[in-house]
């Protein structure tokens, strides 16, 4: 039986004529995640038009995200408005109904962050006044220390390959020198803010490292964006971590480039090969799309299935030896 989408309909394994005439409408950054991970569930998740429902998960990125969208915008007008940074970091914060249950380590962490690059952003004003800058160190601090951009959308309409749009939003573009862990003086780092654990090094080549990627290659080409990236960033501030990507890579972006030609192909499901593999069916949980695809994943039988199976014949995470 069909999951049911978010305007409460059945799974339909069929493209509309009217995406058919028109085709997709852009090209982002989880689209071209989606497409790597599994090509049948892009095709069912957009040529198909089937939008899953939200979650707990999807509600808590969105309203820490806008939490710390609001602190960014906020703090660019108090200092505008005053000349100096606030004493108080949470009068900066709006609606706490979106982020006090994340209090601790979220934001706690988030203001932290902030109060490091304010650390760096002082060390780049005492350079500048030893070169010559007659103004006070905490006024230059300021100008290295305020968001470049906040939410900035990013944009090409004539894209490295394909005929539909690149786009994506940075969440915020940093000054370099205020961003710890990289080595630059001049330029800007595309920050984006993650509000999950922490990627395992493994998974980062086909994830944080190719949004970086993404990120980098869609701001740098876009003209109407004023400033030269140096870096891509994902902030975890649930653990306080921040990755910095290994920017550019060239590898990366002929993956991204094979990609975005491939969920472009005619759309039909023939085109769009399902893959097996653990996030088909886990424990008690598996993909939306598990009972409109022909994978056996977890199933007796299936790739997938072992001795520790459910009884349901979903796969648990197998024991590790004790030491």
């Not at 808590?60 to 806008?66: A, Q, V």
């Not at 962490?109 to 690059?117: I, K, L, S, V, Y």
């Not at 800007?188 to 970086?212: A, F, H, N, Q, S």
Request: glycine share 8%; aromatic share 12%.
């Amino acid at each position: 039986m069909s999951n049911l989408t978010d305007s409460g309909d059945p799974i339909d394994p069929t493209v509309s004529d009217e995406m058919r005439e028109n085709g997709l409408e852009h090209v982002s950054k989880s689209r071209i995640k989606k497409y790597l991970n599994c090509p049948r569930k892009f095709y069912l998740a957009y040529w198909c038009e089937n939008r899953s429902p939200g979650s707990f998960h999807t509600t808590k990125g969105s309203r820490i995200h806008r939490a710390y969208e609001d602190f960014h915008l906020n703090l660019i007008e108090f200092v505008e408005e005053n000349g100096e940074r606030p004493d108080r970091f949470a009068d900066l914060m709006e609606n706490w109904r979106d982020y006090h249950q994340w209090l601790t380590p979220h934001v706690e962490n988030f203001w932290m962050f902030e109060e490091d690059r304010w650390d760096l952003a002082m060390d780049a004003a005492r350079h500048d006044k030893l070169d010559g800058d007659d103004r006070a160190t905490p006024e230059i601090a300021l100008d290295y220390w305020l968001p470049l951009g906040v939410e900035v959308e990013g944009r090409l309409e004539e894209p490295p390959t394909g005929d539909i749009p690149w786009m994506g939003y940075a969440d915020v573009v940093l000054h370099a020198a205020t961003v710890p862990g990289v080595d630059e003086d001049e330029g800007v780092v595309i920050l984006d803010y993650k509000t999950g654990k922490t990627e395992d090094p493994k998974y980062r080549d086909e994830g944080i490292y190719l949004e970086g990627e993404f990120y980098g290659w869609l701001f740098e080409e876009d003209e109407s964006f004023d400033h030269k990236v140096v870096a891509v960033a994902g902030y975890y501030p649930q653990n306080d971590d921040l990755v910095v990507s290994p920017y550019p890579d060239y590898e990366r972006r002929n993956v991204i480039l094979s990609a975005v030609e491939g969920m472009q192909q005619a759309p039909e499901i023939e085109n769009f090969d399902y893959e097996e593999q653990p996030l088909c069916h886990y424990g008690d949980g598996r993909c939306f799309f598990y009972n409109d695809c022909p994978s056996t994943w977890g199933l007796n039988g299936g790739a997938g299935y072992h001795n520790d199976a459910e009884k349901d014949q979903s796969v648990t995470p197998a024991q590790k030896p004790e030491a």
